[in-house]
């Protein structure tokens, strides 16, 4: 089973700042990662598939990079509502599909 | 739009068993796969399983392998989850989501289930 590891668990940023968060995979995953935002109360929502490629009606402010075991999400502006729990996903080697345990954004 | 509509909260005793619903609409059912995911009070997300649409295929986690299934009836665009003999670790919010290309493209809303005696 492929490990998912995201850094760091909590990352406190100022709106407007840019923030980065990463993940990393145990083994290589190619480009077969998504991203999640998760709101207090709310499912998950996908932000970013195949590493790089924003899922409909995503602002241009979220942008994913990496491949193999090395990922990144930035967020270039932060605004309110992007304070959240983000998730990484692998969907390359499945079953079972296995998930980052999310790094908490919050408000500096 | 897609959308998936869940069933709503269950309250189970240790040893019972919850079947959760998960309504499809906005799109050709058959056409996509559905998982389950589930989230335990303050924890991130666990894969629990997942179910094509099309023919009825299913792989589950190992964890839960005996105790889960997963089923969906064509005629109403739903899928069903059920986990057998419930303990206390299993009190968690259940999600149903549309798969595609193995990523999570669309999520239900959730629903709890608490495991209490």
């Known amino acids: 089973e492929i490990v998912m590891t995201q850094s760091p668990a909590t990352l406190s940023v100022s709106p407007g700042e840019r923030a980065t968060l990463s993940c990393r995979a145990s083994?290589?995953?190619?480009?077969?990662l998504a991203w999640y935002q998760q709101k207090p109360g709310q499912a998950p929502r996908l932000l970013i598939y195949?590493?790089?490629t924003r899922a409909t009606g995503i602002p241009a402010r979220f942008s994913g990079s990496g491949s193999g075991t090395e990922f990144t999400l930035t967020i270039s502006s932060l605004q309110s509502e992007d304070f959240a729990v983000y998730y990484c996903?692998?969907?390359?080697?499945?079953?079972?599909?296995?998930f980052g345990q999310g790094t908490k954004l919050e408000i500096k | 739009q897609v959308q998936l509509v869940q069933s709503g909260a269950e309250v189970k005793k240790p040893g019972a068993s919850v079947k959760v619903s998960c309504k499809a609409s906005?799109?050709?059912?058959?056409?996509?796969?559905i998982s389950w995911v589930r989230q335990a009070p303050g924890q991130g997300l666990e894969w629990m399983g997942w179910?094509?649409?099309?023919?009825?295929?299913?792989n589950y986690a190992q964890k839960l392998q005996g105790r889960v299934t997963m089923t969906t009836d064509t005629s109403t665009s739903t899928a069903y989850m059920e986990l057998r003999s419930l303990r206390s670790d299993d009190t968690a919010v259940y999600y149903c989501?549309?798969?595609?290309?193995?990523?999570?493209?669309?999520w239900g809303q959730g629903t709890l289930v608490t495991v209490s005696s």
């Open positions: 195949g590493a790089s």
């Open positions: 179910i094509s649409a099309y023919n009825g295929n299913t």
């Open positions: 996903q692998q969907y390359n080697n499945w079953p079972p599909d296995t």
């Open positions: 989501a549309r798969i595609l290309k193995g990523y999570f493209q669309h």
């Open positions: 083994q290589s995953v190619s480009s077969n």
């Open positions: 906005g799109y050709t059912f058959t056409s996509y796969g």
